[in-house]
């Protein structure tokens, strides 16, 4: 089994771990112009930004040859939009896969920690764990993937209103312009983890700080790896950073480092 990934605070690499086989980091794939994987079961980890897979995995996707005879996909998410509104990103994702010729046999979405900060506060996502029951989660997708099982999560009417309204602010996003609403504090120390936790290349350092290009992912990746919490979000409902408890920081820059 081949569990590719991508990550940008940790929980859909801890969720990688968890499923098991070979875990591949998706950026280093891309980077390294690798995109066909052959193996009985083939699987992807990722992110939902704005109900839609993150355009690393929509780009991905395009691209690549998957060859498998169980294919499956794991999305995770911060906060469930409404009754039945959670797993809106597979509307997206199973389309794409579609269109590239794919059957993917399961697609399923995991409730995690919300790194979302424009819209929620770390302190009030990080007493809300328990409630999310994601080990519960998590271990019912793993049993539903080793029993083979075939199934789509329907995001229900309210998810598909949802993800229709989100079309607007994915677009806004794929510009790669969102790096120009963060700000630098004088406590950066030019330490460079931002760039290299990065998964675009999008940070140079420059003058003892980070400068940001017009290719970002918007996966905030260097907002909540930062070590001096010194890169924030015009508007931020948090000063506080999320990092999955079961993931390192050397493991989120061996996966995503393009320097
Ligand atoms: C730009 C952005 C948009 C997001 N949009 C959504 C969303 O539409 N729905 C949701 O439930 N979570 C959303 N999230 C939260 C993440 O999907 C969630 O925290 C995810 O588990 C982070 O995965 P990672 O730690 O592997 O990077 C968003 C996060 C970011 C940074």
């Not at 169980?70 to 579609?98: C, H, P, Q, R, W």
């Not at 790194?115 to 764990?129: L, S, T």
């Not at 990092?243 to 050397?250: D, E, T």
């Amino acid at each position: 089994m081949k569990t590719l990934y991508f990550t940008a605070t940790g929980n859909s690499l801890a969720v990688a771990k968890k499923i098991g086989g070979e875990t591949i980091s998706i950026a280093q794939a891309i980077r390294n112009n690798q995109y066909e994987f052959e193996d009985n079961v083939i699987g992807l980890v990722f992110p939902t930004y704005c109900c839609y897979p993150p355009k690393i995995i929509r780009d991905f996707i395009e691209r690549a040859k998957l060859k498998a005879d169980y294919l499956f996909a794991v999305a995770t998410y911060g906060n469930a939009m409404g009754k039945g509104g959670d797993g809106s990103e597979m509307l997206a994702f199973d389309k794409i896969t579609k269109a590239a010729g794919y059957h993917f046999n399961y697609l399923n979405a995991i409730l995690m920690v919300d790194n979302f900060i424009d819209n929620f506060d770390i302190n009030k996502e990080v007493e809300k764990i328990s409630s999310k029951k994601i080990d519960e989660s998590l271990a019912a997708v793993i049993g539903d993937i080793n029993q083979r099982k075939d199934y789509v999560k329907d995001p229900g009417t309210f998810g598909k209103i949802i993800t229709r309204m989100c079309k607007g602010l994915v677009k806004s996003q794929d510009t790669g312009l969102s790096a120009q609403k963060f700000i630098i504090s004088d406590a950066c120390n030019g330490c460079g983890t931002c760039a290299k936790v990065c998964p675009y290349k999008n940070i140079t350092m420059k003058d003892g700080g980070p400068q940001f290009g017009t290719n970002c992912l918007s996966c905030y990746g260097c907002i909540h790896n930062c070590p001096q919490t010194a890169i924030h979000k015009k508007g931020e409902k948090s000063g506080k950073r999320w990092r999955n408890h079961n993931v390192s920081l050397k493991e989120i820059i061996d996966a995503n480092n393009q320097c």
